[in-house]
């Protein structure tokens, strides 16, 4: 995630090369996994008889989308979902396989700008961060995630090396007074994390755990990239643009296991493993020019893999992730 005071409204990060490598052709379904503020959709639906399928959990986004979705002469289908779900979202509107699936992974400027939300630090407001407007709020993790919770959750989703500092610093404030807004949690933060002139605000990670935790983010994604899998026709392109680390080493990952032969025992002979089912498009994540970045500071963290499908059947999933889950902190667990 980009620092917080760096975004810039409706600029689609990487917007040229994600569409490039997406390809669109005349005829072509796509779908756009994150619609946001639509600039993904926008470009993709300039090419002629293509049809898009927009996705987005926030219901004020698909809202702000209406617009497009009249201009677009039936072409363009906006969805309130979990990115998660588009291989249901897509059956459910009669697509059986895409063309394409693009993917901008993390909170949009118009979350970040909106202080009834609760994103931001630099926005005084309840302490909320769902995208979705349901399920547990930030406020309610911070006032019952036990203190080692709290530590995991800020390390893991947060790289954040004052963790435990942190989480202390948490539970003696909540004991003292319900912690419900972004500045009361900003200032608890800011007592125990220091930063130097022109480093991000002390805060910074600590907000982008628990909006991470909060919405599953990362088991979003990779739910999504599963479901991108098996909805991808052959050939068909997958472009994902991410903004942290988090977000990139699960992307390159996946696409690594499933770029190559095998993902089985190397014991075992080559006609007894897997075939590969994506073929690597961008051996290096592709990422924004120096113009880009001057223009759209939010596009100096943005990383961009793309692969093509290949007519190999999809490959069995095995993975699990050790980090919290939402459920399990909630309840105690």
């Not at 643009?241 to 988090?246: A, G, N, Q």
Request: aromatic fraction near 4%; proline fraction near 5%; glycine fraction near 8%.
């Amino acid at each position: 995630m980009p620092p917080e005071d760096e975004v810039v409204r409706h600029v689609p990060v990487l917007g040229r090369e994600a569409v490039e490598q997406l390809a669109p052709h005349d005829g072509g379904v796509y779908v756009d996994a994150t619609f946001g503020a639509g600039g993904y959709s926008r470009a993709i639906l300039k090419t002629p008889g293509t049809r898009v399928i927009g996705i987005d959990r926030d219901r004020t986004a698909v809202a702000g989308g209406f617009d497009l979705v009249n201009s677009s002469d039936g072409r363009l289908t906006l969805v309130e979902d979990r990115f998660s779900n588009l291989a249901d979202v897509c059956a459910a509107r009669g697509v059986e396989q895409a063309d394409g699936i693009v993917m901008d992974v993390g909170v949009s400027s118009m979350q970040l700008d909106q202080s009834e939300r609760g994103f931001s630090f630099r926005l005084n407001g309840p302490l909320d961060m769902r995208m979705s407007g349901s399920g547990p709020t930030a406020a309610d993790v911070v006032a019952r995630a036990s203190e080692t919770d709290l530590a995991n959750i800020i390390y893991i989703f947060g790289e954040e090396r004052h963790s435990r500092g942190v989480a202390r610093a948490i539970v003696a404030a909540r004991k003292e007074a319900p912690i419900t807004t972004t500045r009361a949690l900003a200032d608890i933060v800011s007592r125990v994390v220091r930063s130097k002139p022109n480093e991000i605000h002390p805060a910074t990670r600590t907000f982008q755990a628990l909006r991470i935790f909060v919405n599953e983010e990362l088991d979003e994604l990779h739910a999504a990239l599963v479901a991108a899998e098996h909805v991808l026709k052959p050939g068909g392109r997958l472009v994902v643009v991410s903004f942290h680390s988090l977000e990139d080493r699960i992307v390159k990952n996946f696409l690594n296991e499933r770029g190559k032969r095998g993902g089985g025992s190397r014991h075992l002979p080559e006609t007894d493993q897997s075939a590969p089912s994506f073929e690597i498009l961008t051996k290096r994540p592709v990422v924004a020019d120096d113009s880009e970045v001057a223009s759209n500071p939010r596009a100096r963290s943005a990383k961009l893999r793309a692969a093509r499908r290949t007519d190999a059947p999809p490959l069995s999933e095995t993975a699990s992730f050790d980090w919290p889950q939402l459920a399990d902190v909630m309840r105690g667990g």
